[in-house]
């Protein structure tokens, strides 16, 4: 596939590397092989920097999982256990993750201008209940670390961007109270020498805002209000603040 693709970029004078690549993750042979050892990172390397991003492929992984029909959604157990395998070979990478959609399609059953008034209820509740399915497995997969995913009907985007924000603002205050605590503790270590030994749950919360922000869950405005710049945030990068305030610390402190 990269050789075709340098192939199309060769006869269509476009620099090379400008054609990227996309895998999915829908078969329990990309999740372990035959050795038993899982090959996501190998897939990656083998598309020489044009993979940029993993989808997960709901129906299909549960089928080859031998899971019946009525039991093939995003919350099965066996779509956690691969999410996790997925996250612990990709993790830190910069490969985008995408959890699978939801097939539940809210859309009504019944159509034409002269519908009944238990047609309308019946039609009310179909796209209602679609909803709640679909803003439960978003919710689950946010929770679960998939930031993204992916939907089959427009009509699915109002409850993915209903559990998005919620998702992010309903954490917001406490998000906030504690990156401020984190940010004043570092300038403390910075100003006195001690080693700030905790920046992986900075990093997590500096991560939460730069979703919530990159999503527009929040203004960029909002996101100053832990004490951090947004070119700080902007870094995504706890340790790069923190190196950041010690250097500043240092050139104004007297000699």
Known sequence: MVRF???????NSLP?????METMVEATQIIMDEEGRNPLMR?????????IAAHFGTYDYTASCGITAKYQTMAHPVCDFAHHMTKVALGGT???LSDGATNVMPVAPHRGDKLTARQKKENRQSVHNAWRIG???TMHSLINGFYQGWDLNPA???MRYAATYYFFLSSMADAKHHLKIFVDRAAISTLTGDIFDDAATGQGLLNFFFKAMNCGAITEQEATETGLTIDEIRSRSFYKIL???RNKNQQF???
Do not use: D, M, N, V
Not at 5 to 10: A, D, G, N, R, V
């Open 5 to 11: 693709l340098e192939i199309i970029e060769k006869k």
């Open 16 to 20: 090379p590397g400008t054609l990227k």
């Open 43 to 51: 897939i990656i390397r083998a598309g020489e920097g044009r993979l």
């Open 94 to 96: 910069g490969i985008f």
């Open 135 to 137: 803003y439960h497995h």
């Open 156 to 158: 699915q985007l109002p």
């Open 243 to 245: 190196q950041g305030r």
């Open 253 to 255: 402190s007297p000699a």
